[in-house]
């Protein structure tokens, strides 16, 4: 029997990766986004890697060509100004553990093992030091070559930091004039993706209220809207790459870029958005999982399930208003929405006050986060 399920296991794995790997390869073929900008940085890696190489194996026939295409790879950042940071840390790693190889060699005379017990514990240990960042394990692999190498003159240690220097200097102008990254789209991608998430998750919930065991997905809601908190971590980290990506580079000035990222005030918002969700969820699972605590009325929670489903409708339409296309007929569409979800916000607060006292706690509760949700999503343009 398990023999089956392993087999059967594995198969369906296979397939839901082909799946995702079609997606992926369809959609850098067909339109601008995340998977096209790593195909593009890939390539533009590969081909720093081979005019390194070229420079330095084919023309220069340098004793350790290696160096330079290895270095070029690593240069090729997510940013004009990674590449740079990243080719100071990682040629400063690197001289330092050439020179320092070279040093062990000449004292051991050239014993492999000896230059190894001097070296590569020390390396390890600097290696881990902030200032190298993620380039530190290169001191180390890079004296390993030295090593290996198994000589130490004055020539070929400058040979090593000549081909270091190469490769660096080819990664660098590779990825900040091919294609230069700019990372402006992601913002505004990411904050559709969560904007259609949140109106996913309202409608979800609308839908459910309205059933007559609905609060028993409640479970199922609160965690969906979790999931919300991580596609805003992905918002803010598109932001801090496109803030990021706009320092020395002139890629603004050789391609188009685009219209500029929603503004920072937008993040801050969806960010409130997804809090007074992620409460109201977490109050429904509340009154679904405690017995004695007793829910709101069937006429309250009707009114609530239209009020989040005219959210929803909202947050649908700002899908669209981030995406830019006919923005005065959505801008009227959305004012519309809010005021007819406002006027059923009043008919939410006038059930709450004809509930019994004791569905008060909870209904108050809902009654606040629903009005604090309709505030959040108010036009402000």
Same mark, same amino acid.
């Not at 004793?63 to 040629?91: C, D, E, H, K, N």
């Not at 004292?107 to 190894?116: G, L, S, V, W």
């Not at 409708?313 to 981030?322: D, F």
């Given at each position: 029997?398990?023999?089956?399920?392993?087999?059967? =296991?594995? %198969?369906?794995?296979?397939? #839901?990766?082909?799946?995702?790997? =079609?997606?992926?390869?369809?959609?850098? +073929?067909?339109?601008?986004?995340?998977?096209?900008?790593?195909?593009?940085?890939?390539?533009?890696?590969?081909?720093?890697? $081979?005019?390194?190489?070229?420079?330095?194996?084919?023309?220069?026939?340098?004793?350790?060509?290696?160096?330079?295409?290895?270095?070029? $790879? /690593?240069?090729?950042?997510?940013?004009?100004?990674?590449?740079? #940071?990243?080719?100071?840390?990682?040629?400063?790693?690197?001289?330092?553990?050439?020179?320092?190889?070279?040093?062990?060699?000449?004292? &051991?005379?050239?014993?492999?093992?000896?230059?190894?017990?001097?070296?590569?514990?020390?390396?390890?240990?600097?290696? !881990?030091? =902030? #200032?190298?960042?993620?380039?530190?394990?290169?001191? /180390?692999? &890079?004296?390993?070559?030295?090593?290996?190498?198994?000589?130490?003159?004055?020539?070929?240690?400058?040979?090593?930091?000549?081909?270091?220097?190469?490769?660096?200097? $080819?990664?660098?102008?590779? !990825?900040?004039?091919?294609?230069?990254?700019?990372?402006?789209?992601?913002?505004?991608?990411?904050?559709?993706?969560?904007?259609?998430?949140?109106?996913?998750?309202?409608?979800?919930? /609308?839908?459910?209220?309205?059933?007559?065991?609905?609060?028993?997905?409640?479970?199922?809601?609160?965690?969906?809207?979790?999931?919300?908190?991580?596609?805003?971590? !992905?918002?803010?980290?598109?932001?801090?790459?496109?803030?990021?990506?706009? %320092?020395?580079?002139?890629?603004?000035?050789?391609?188009?870029?685009?219209?500029?990222?929603?503004?920072?005030?937008?993040?801050?918002?969806?960010? %409130?958005? +997804?809090?007074?969700?992620?409460?109201?969820?977490?109050?429904?699972?509340? $009154?679904?999982?405690?017995?004695?605590?007793?829910?709101?009325?069937?006429?309250?929670?009707?009114?609530?399930?239209?009020?989040?489903?005219?959210?929803?409708?909202? +947050?649908?339409?700002?899908?669209?208003?981030?995406?830019?296309?006919?923005?005065?007929?959505? #801008?009227?569409?959305?004012?519309?929405?809010?005021?007819?979800?406002?006027?059923?916000?009043?008919?939410?607060?006038?059930?709450?006050? =004809?509930?019994?006292?004791?569905?008060?706690?909870?209904?108050?509760?809902?009654?606040?986060?629903?009005?604090?949700?309709?505030?959040?999503? /108010?036009?402000?343009?």
């Amino acid at each position: 029997m398990t023999g089956k399920v392993r087999p059967e =296991r594995v %198969r369906r794995w296979l397939v #839901r990766e082909w799946a995702e790997v =079609r997606r992926s390869v369809r959609s850098a +073929c067909v339109e601008a986004g995340p998977e096209r900008d790593t195909l593009v940085q890939s390539l533009k890696a590969a081909g720093a890697a $081979i005019a390194a190489w070229a420079v330095s194996g084919w023309w220069f026939q340098a004793p350790m060509a290696l160096l330079a295409p290895w270095t070029a $790879i /690593a240069m090729v950042g997510s940013t004009v100004y990674q590449s740079v #940071r990243t080719g100071i840390q990682q040629f400063a790693i690197i001289a330092l553990g050439t020179l320092w190889a070279s040093v062990a060699m000449a004292f &051991t005379r050239d014993q492999t093992m000896a230059a190894m017990l001097l070296t590569l514990p020390f390396m390890m240990l600097l290696g !881990n030091y =902030r #200032r190298f960042g993620s380039q530190g394990i290169y001191g /180390a692999t &890079t004296a390993l070559f030295v090593i290996t190498g198994g000589v130490s003159s004055t020539s070929t240690v400058g040979h090593r930091l000549l081909e270091t220097l190469i490769g660096a200097v $080819i990664g660098l102008l590779v !990825n900040a004039f091919v294609l230069p990254p700019v990372h402006l789209r992601s913002v505004r991608d990411r904050l559709v993706r969560l904007a259609r998430e949140t109106a996913d998750v309202l409608g979800a919930i /609308a839908e459910g209220l309205r059933e007559e065991d609905g609060l028993e997905k409640s479970e199922r809601w609160h965690h969906s809207a979790g999931g919300l908190t991580v596609s805003l971590q !992905n918002v803010s980290e598109a932001r801090r790459w496109a803030m990021e990506g706009s %320092r020395w580079n002139p890629g603004g000035r050789l391609r188009r870029t685009g219209p500029k990222p929603p503004p920072f005030a937008e993040d801050m918002r969806w960010s %409130r958005v +997804c809090t007074r969700v992620l409460a109201l969820t977490r109050t429904l699972k509340t $009154i679904s999982g405690d017995t004695e605590l007793p829910p709101p009325s069937p006429d309250f929670l009707r009114l609530l399930s239209d009020v989040l489903g005219q959210a929803g409708h909202i +947050c649908s339409i700002e899908t669209e208003l981030l995406t830019g296309s006919g923005t005065g007929e959505l #801008r009227e569409r959305r004012d519309a929405a809010f005021h007819e979800a406002w006027g059923t916000v009043g008919s939410l607060t006038d059930a709450f006050h =004809r509930q019994e006292p004791s569905a008060s706690a909870v209904g108050g509760e809902l009654l606040l986060e629903a009005r604090q949700l309709m505030t959040e999503l /108010a036009p402000s343009a």
